[in-house]
């Protein structure tokens, strides 16, 4: 498996991990970041210490990929709501914000944590 391919699945399990726990959460009670606290953080931190520690991925990109998972998940919960309904998200570039600095922290501890650990060949 190569590097790309592997940078790919984890985005991809991580961005399922995380986003059918909050997709299915109803809009009411939707509040970001707080709706990810708990397991969308751990698998964004265990994301990013992976691709750092054990697929040999530099801090730069281990933070970049992991860290993106939250804001497009946020991202295509909106897309999907302004579709149903246009005035549902008129906040959505604050909100995207929120998401991001909550995924880029919790990368930056992941990836930076890890790096503690990685294997040096």
Known sequence: MTSKQLGWGTFSVGFLLV????WLEPYET???PNSFFGWGV??????????????YFSFLHSWLIA???IPAVTMARTL????SDPTSNNLWPLVLILAAGTGAIVAIAGAGIASLFARRG
């Not at 751990?42 to 697929?55: D, I």
């Not at 999907?80 to 579709?83: H, P, T």
Request: aromatic fraction near 10%.
């Open 67 to 69: 860290g993106a998972i």
């Open 42 to 55: 751990l698998v964004v931190f265990l994301a990013a210490a992976f691709l750092r520690a054990l697929a």
């Open 30 to 32: 939707v509040t970001v």
């Open 80 to 83: 999907v709501e302004v579709v």
């Open 19 to 22: 986003g059918i726990p909050f």
